[in-house]
């Protein structure tokens, strides 16, 4: 008794369908395609709106470009380096830019925007750089080579490690305190080869 639903009214032969099952399945797959029609309009027609605002940018053969540095460097990089030549539109998403050093390249649009020339309109002749790095820090920086040996005198945050810095000729000794503020590798494979296991409480009493 109650109302019915998916799946009542099962046949009497086990080898016929559903009917019930079979007809909410056929209105459900067509309230989708429905739904994915309307979707797909939508979409449509937000596009050709964006499109008509913001028209895609068209490339020729001998126009100067900046070129757009892939990720990986140095956070103070230029994003941008150039100006550099288009070679050749060998389709929409492909095209041949000289990049100066780099030589030819295939790069798609999305990496590309036009060079302007300066306010005089004057005409730049095409030049290639790369984007500078940060320079030289105000700090040293100090690369761990080598762990070379260790002196255990008094209490493990007194210890001392004989240590051989990346750029500098002679090697030196250093407590805890050089190492427990960033992560050392070269240092952490010295203690495991030496069985020598650090606590918390050495590590913290190191950094006062």
Known sequence: EGGGGFGDCPPLDLMERNEDAVQFFD???????LVQDK???????????????HPPQEF??????????????????RLWFGPCEVMAVL??????????PAGLQILP????KPYMASFGGQEIACHYFEPEGRGPPEEKEYVVEEVLDVRKNGPPHKWKWHVKFRGYPEPEWHDMSCFVHHVN????????????????????????
């Open 27 to 33: 209105r459900v797959s067509h309230e989708r395609r």
């Open 60 to 77: 020729f053969p001998g126009q100067k470009v900046w070129v757009r540095k892939l990720p990986g460097g140095s956070k103070l990089d």
């Open 91 to 100: 389709s929409e998403a492909r095209i041949e830019v000289d990049t100066g």
């Open 109 to 112: 649009p999305t990496r590309l």
């Open 185 to 208: 590798d070269v240092w952490h494979k010295f203690n495991k080869s030496k069985g020598i296991e650090l606590s918390i409480a050495d590590i913290m009493q190191a950094q006062k």
């Open 39 to 53: 979707l797909t309009k939508i979409h449509a027609a937000e596009r050709r709106a964006w499109l008509k605002k």
